[in-house]
């Protein structure tokens, strides 16, 4: 069976975009052309690859493993077709340097390493993408981005790297965030607080449970659902309620009105990291140092901070 990299670009498409019509506009052609496509690959592997529901496609079984090894194919297309075109050019051949981010580390880590890439190598065009954990390694498997800044709560599976490589950026400590009126009432948050947090299955959502757990208390009672740790810190403010907090969101200048804590014992971290390709082409590695040296500066003042005022609120 000789599979056809025409229907496994289409299938690989169409499960980035979580539906046939968002591939089609990606892609340019017709629904019924890509479903075509993808009918014609399902009867030759001899499986359904993909469930229809009503909030679009997701593979199946089959279909993710499918998925992968398209990932993977495409992506090893795409480094011959730069190789191609840098043949004999000494470099000076335009590329494109596609860099996906999650929204606080792009703010923290992002502008002046694509800066500096820019000053580096004026010929390369950049593109940016938000990219929301745990999603964007097939991204980067399929060439579709050269670098993956993403991240890892704890509680939450490690996402197999599938061949790409995982470089460890930043350990980012989560801290206690309450209100200034509260800050000598709130001893035992995870007890008898309200909760700003994720919505069920986020990341700081996940995290939090599984810090009650490991305190033996029931699950922390959540009122108010947000991911955007703006708000989140807007409402903490106006006394709506507690929340978990990475300390990179609160390296800038003080946030009035509320009070940093941090939690007893090992503090939890997110993990922060690039993932990308095991040949990125030299200004995708250029931009991976220059994103790691943003990190090594945000560790520091990290570190400068640390428990300067704080103290900490027992977990149960």
Request: charged fraction near 20%; proline fraction near 8%.
């Amino acid at each position: 069976m000789a599979l056809d990299v025409g229907r496994l670009r289409v299938l690989v498409e169409v499960a980035h975009a979580g539906s046939i019509a968002a591939a089609a506009r990606r892609m340019g052609f017709s629904p019924s052309a890509l479903s075509q496509q993808l009918a014609k690959l399902e009867r030759q592997v001899g499986a359904r690859l993909l469930e229809r529901g009503a909030g679009g496609v997701t593979p199946t079984a089959t279909g993710q493993v499918l998925v992968e090894h398209g990932e993977r194919v495409l992506g090893e297309l795409r480094e011959a077709e730069r190789a191609v075109a840098t043949a004999g050019t000494a470099g000076a051949a335009t590329v494109t340097i596609a860099l996906g981010t999650f929204a606080t580390g792009g703010t923290l880590l992002v502008p002046a390493a694509l800066a500096a890439l820019r000053r580096d190598h004026p010929q390369v065009r950049l593109a940016l993408r938000d990219v929301e954990p745990p999603d964007g390694y097939g991204l980067v498997a399929s060439g579709d981005l050269d670098v993956l800044i993403t991240h890892r709560y704890p509680g939450m599976p490690s996402t197999p790297v599938r061949g790409l490589v995982r470089r460890n950026l930043l350990l980012d400590p989560l801290r206690v965030v309450v209100p200034t009126a509260w800050a000598d009432e709130v001893t035992h948050p995870l007890d008898d607080a309200s909760w700003v947090c994720g919505p069920p299955g986020s990341p700081s959502r996940v995290c939090l449970e599984h810090l009650a757990r490991a305190a033996g208390t029931a699950s922390p009672r959540v009122d108010l659902e947000t991911a955007d740790y703006a708000l989140t810190l807007a409402l903490v403010r106006d006394g709506l309620g507690v929340a978990l907090v990475p300390a990179s969101v609160l390296a800038g200048s003080p946030v009035d009105g509320v009070a940093v804590r941090d939690v007893a014992g090992t503090p939890p971290v997110r993990e922060i990291c690039a993932v990308h390709r095991r040949r990125p082409p030299p200004p995708a590695q250029r931009l991976i140092d220059l994103v790691q040296q943003a990190a090594v500066r945000l560790a520091a003042r990290l570190a400068a901070r640390s428990g300067a005022g704080e103290r900490d609120l027992t977990g149960g």
